[in-house]
Each structure stands twice: as C-alpha cells, then as structure tokens.
C-alpha cells in the first residue's frame, strides 16, 4: 500500500492544531467550507468540493485531544475509498509539529500523486489559519 506523507511546523500550540482538525468548524478554516462533521469518535464527516459535485465520506476512527485525529474514507472518489487520513502533532519548541499521512493508496497513480501536491498545499493553508486564526479555506463552494 502506498502513503503520501508531510511534515509542517505550526507556531501555534498543539491544542489549536488540533481544533482546526477535530472540529467542524476548524475543518472549514483552511480545508472546504462545504464541510459536515459529527466530531466525535465513530462520527461521520463529509467534505464537499466544487457544490458538491464531489464529496469525500469519512468516518472517524480515533481522536486525542492535543495529539492526532484518524479517518478512514467510507465513499466518494473511488480511489480513496479505504484510504486513511491521519494528522499527528507533537509539541515542537513553543509550537507545534504536524505529521499528516495519506495512506492506504492501492497504487501511486497519477490521482494520488496529484493529491498529494494538493495535500502539501492544504497543510500551508492549515498552518495559515492556526498562526492568524483568519479562515481561508482551499474550497469556498
């Protein structure tokens, strides 16, 4: 199986990393304003892209308070069906380091590499809106 992996430091302290994971609206800060989420263990998350015309369906698996958050897809784009999404973060200094993994891929295809450029890009756009607290999500719609 394959895994598309990135570490980011993060000013900020673990626990306002971990909002922005762990909750809906923190989801909606920096990921996709079309995000649903039952922000508990064994909840349900949604994250709709373009009105919707894509939905990745997720159910979460694990949750640590200041520590790290695991979802696994359930439905949506095929090729991350069964796929796990996992952030871990460690203090680092005054702030915070955050380790996210994409794994499960059946194979690196051309998708997977192109999500995981896509995945570099969020995780700057995570970092973002944790050090200033202003929204700025990829998707708006």
Known sequence: MARLAH??????DPRKVYAALATEKGMRGWWTRDT???AR?????????????????????????GKSVRMVCTGGQAEWKGTTL???IARQGK??????????????????????????????????????????????K
């Open 41 to 65: 263990v064994g909840g349900k998350a949604d994250f709709g892209f373009e009105r919707r015309a894509v939905v990745f369906h997720m159910k979460i698996r694990s949750m640590k308070p």
């Open 95 to 140: 702030g915070s380091l955050l380790g996210f993994v994409h794994g499960g891929w059946r194979r690196l295809s051309p998708y997977a590499i192109g999500c995981n450029s896509m995945w570099g890009h969020l995780m700057f756009g995570l970092k973002r809106y944790v050090e200033s607290g202003r929204p700025g999500p990829q998707w708006k």
């Open 7 to 12: 570490n980011i430091p993060i000013d900020a």
């Open 86 to 88: 996992e952030w871990k």
């Open 36 to 38: 649903r989420m039952d």
